[in-house]
């Protein structure tokens, strides 16, 4: 059982979250609410049905719901309120900054202006309690020539995003298959990121950094397979944005008391806690932390650990960084 200190030291932990999916944080209240307003009918008689097809069983049938869920996403508006009411529940939880990923394909394969979805987020962010900025990821199992079609028709709006990741179903869809678009990202002077490592094998993780330069591997849990892999990924102090829940909804690990985390930062691995679909995985970034930690062996000094990891991977310029990074260690030095 995790004790009351515990838990009160992870809730109240000031940090930051890098592997969240704004469309993933859509509840089915929401979903109903937005139905509703955009005359969307919905194949679920209630939210309660909903919520219960929410019983995935991998990656592939949990995308299927995503993407009916973001169906209901029309106006500007709509985009707003999705993200005004993620960023409400990360500074409920003590969130400072978070780096968040939208789908604009989801959205143009629907008819949607990439202007509707990117200005609605990006407003929101303006007007958000935390600090926060947008990574615009590439649908993987679509092709390389959408992903470069897409960045173009985004180039108007290049200084409201501060990166560009690669997302949907990894297996058989390796990182190499994107090695333009990412070259050109890099180009215009985009921070690189790839989902790699969580259902797919540690080579899709390798080739994320050799062919893509990615800066962040989001996932990466499979990495311990390859001991030569976790000794460069120490090296190179490559971040990886693990996401507990997440992990177990899809069957990365079948329980918590399996999940990896304890064994990642023991090797010295730059891991931070994330909560990647919150509304579909059963929770928000504190979750993420509450739940691991009851599960596994982790104290008040890998809660630290993970806090400041989350900041220094981060994609912030050094002064804002230092502060918050300042503020973590006040943090702990007050509660012990
Ligand atoms: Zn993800």
Not at 63 to 82: H, N, R, W
Not at 134 to 154: K, M, N, P, Q, Y
Not at 201 to 227: F, M, T
């Amino acid at each position: 059982m995790l004790n009351e200190e515990l838990r009160r030291t992870l809730t109240a932990m000031p940090k930051a979250e890098l592997h969240i999916h704004i469309e993933g944080s859509l509840e089915p209240e929401l979903i109903f609410e937005l139905a509703q307003r955009n005359g969307v009918s919905l194949p679920y008689p209630s939210v309660e049905a909903l919520r219960q097809a929410y019983a995935f069983s991998d990656l592939q049938s949990f995308l299927d719901i995503y993407y009916a869920g973001a169906s209901v996403l029309l106006t500007e508006q709509d985009f707003y309120d999705m993200t005004a009411a993620y960023l409400q529940r990360a500074a409920a939880d003590n969130v400072r900054h978070a780096e968040l990923f939208f789908d604009p394909q989801t959205h143009t394969a629907r008819g949607i202006a990439i202007e509707t979805v990117i200005n609605g987020i990006w407003r929101a962010c303006q007007d958000s309690p935390v600090s926060a900025s947008l990574i615009l990821c590439f649908l993987r199992h679509l092709s390389e020539e959408e992903a470069i079609a897409t960045l173009e028709d985004a180039i108007p709006y290049r200084d409201k995003f501060i990166g560009v990741g690669l997302d949907s179903s990894e297996v058989g869809h390796p990182p190499e298959k994107f090695a333009r678009v990412f070259e050109r990202a890099r180009n215009l002077g985009l921070h690189l990121v790839a989902h790699a490592g969580e259902e797919g094998p540690p080579a899709y993780i390798e080739s994320a950094l050799d062919v893509l330069n990615v800066e962040r591997i989001d996932h990466g849990v499979r990495c311990l397979e390859d001991p030569a892999l976790v000794a460069r990924l120490v090296r190179e102090h490559m971040a990886l944005t693990v996401c507990p829940l997440s992990n177990i909804k899809l069957r990365v690990f079948d329980v918590m008391g399996q999940h990896n985390l304890r064994r990642l930062l023991d090797a010295g691995l730059a891991v931070t806690v994330n909560s990647d679909d919150p509304a579909y995985f059963g929770g928000y970034v504190n979750d993420n932390y509450l739940a691991a930690f009851e599960a596994l062996p982790l104290d008040a000094s890998h809660a630290r650990q993970l806090a400041r990891n989350s900041f220094n991977a981060a994609f912030l310029e050094p002064e804002q960084k230092r502060a918050w990074l300042a503020e973590v260690d006040r943090f702990f030095s007050e509660i012990q």
